[in-house]
């Protein structure tokens, strides 16, 4: 429903021609590769692929289509990985159609486009672990024990401890499973 009504709000602008809508992610990927729109409007939550999935193919494809990520969730996590896959915009649903249409235009033009209420909340959470102690949460998420992950990321299980002991830390959470919850919350494991 707000797929079909944010269609119908941007075909009323002027400068904005929808040419296609996805149910999800894979249709979205497809109809991106065949029509080659120049922006699109993924959302973060979609079935099949996210639409942080889906920038990160169009990166890694060196697609032209620039992405806006049009969202509900406000995580960190879930910026600093749209970053990283290129995307140009993330805005939030309930921002008004004419801020939308302004934010679309900036970015088609080659700007970038955050919602400035996401702005400040991205800017004061930024991810604290490292990228091994992301992985080691992410094992430890999987329900592996110490002596697993070692023998996964050819660690001595002393080792992978320590690394489990500085994100419990760094996240001042109580144990590993507050751990994982507290960075699965932020987005910190995508």
């Keep these: 429903m707000l797929r079909g009504a944010l269609s119908a709000l941007l075909d009323l602008e002027d400068d904005i021609e929808v040419i296609g809508q996805a149910e999800n992610g894979e249709q979205a990927l497809s109809m991106i590769e065949s029509l080659v729109p120049d922006l ?22 060196k697609h032209s289509c620039r992405v806006v990520i049009l969202t509900t969730f406000s995580r960190a996590g879930y910026f600093q990985r749209a970053m990283r896959a290129g995307v140009q915009g993330f805005l939030l649903k ?7 249409g302004a934010a679309l235009r900036s970015v088609h033009q080659g700007g970038r486009a955050v919602s400035p209420e996401l702005a400040m909340t991205f800017w004061e959470a930024e991810n604290p672990l490292s990228e091994r102690e992301r992985e080691v949460l992410k094992l430890a998420a ?7 992950m070692a023998g996964k990321l050819f660690l001595t ?12 830390q760094k996240l001042e959470a109580k144990n590993r499973i507050d751990a994982i919850g507290i960075a699965r919350k932020n987005g910190w494991l995508d």
């Design 94 to 100: 309930d921002s008004p159609i004419d801020e939308l």
């Design 157 to 168: 299980a002393g080792t992978v401890r320590n690394y489990l002991s500085e994100a419990i």
């Design 40 to 61: 699109c409007i993924l959302d973060i939550e979609m079935p099949k692929l996210t639409g942080l999935d889906v920038a990160e193919r169009l990166k890694a494809q």
């Design 142 to 148: 999987e329900g592996l024990s110490a002596v697993d």
